[in-house]
Nanobody, 124 residues
Framework: QVQLVESGGGLVQAGGSLRLSCAASGRTFSSYAVGWFRQVPGKEREFVGAITRSGIYTDYADSLKGRFTISRDNAKNTVYLQMNSLKPGDTAVYSC?????????????????WGQGTQVTVSS
């Protein structure tokens, strides 16, 4: 069992940056790949990016490459999502999720555990 708690969300002006954290419980956190997803009310949840167990490999939604970066610190049981050059269209609830997959998991069905999410609002 893995429990995930996101933090770091808030209100930021367009062009600004935020770093979200995903803190995990459990001693086996390093056995899970972690992904970030976001959802706007009335729309489907979409993939933001993910990182493998070791942190060596990452992948991102094409539209976010170059602005968002995922990293992890397994000693701290934490995964980070650094978001730069934020736009109003990035406004959403951001959630992290854990997957036992070895490769970078891109699909929601590959994830077993989910956090509650943290709100990010980007003002124009």
């Amino acid at each position: 069992q893995v429990q995930l708690v996101e933090s770091g969300g808030g209100l930021v002006q367009a062009g600004g940056s935020l770093r979200l954290s995903c803190a995990a419980s459990g001693r086996t956190f390093s056995s899970y790949a972690v992904g970030w997803f976001r959802q706007v009310p009335g729309k489907e949840r979409e993939f933001v990016g993910a990182i493998t167990r070791s942190g060596i490999y990452t992948d991102y939604a094409d539209s976010l490459k170059g602005r968002f970066t995922i990293s992890r610190d397994n000693a701290k049981n934490t995964v980070y999502l650094q978001m730069n050059s934020l736009k109003p269209g990035d406004t959403a609830v951001y959630s992290c999720a854990a997957s036992p997959r070895v490769a970078v998991p891109l699909r929601q069905i590959e994830y077993d555990y989910w956090g509650q999410g943290t709100q990010v609002t980007v003002s124009s």
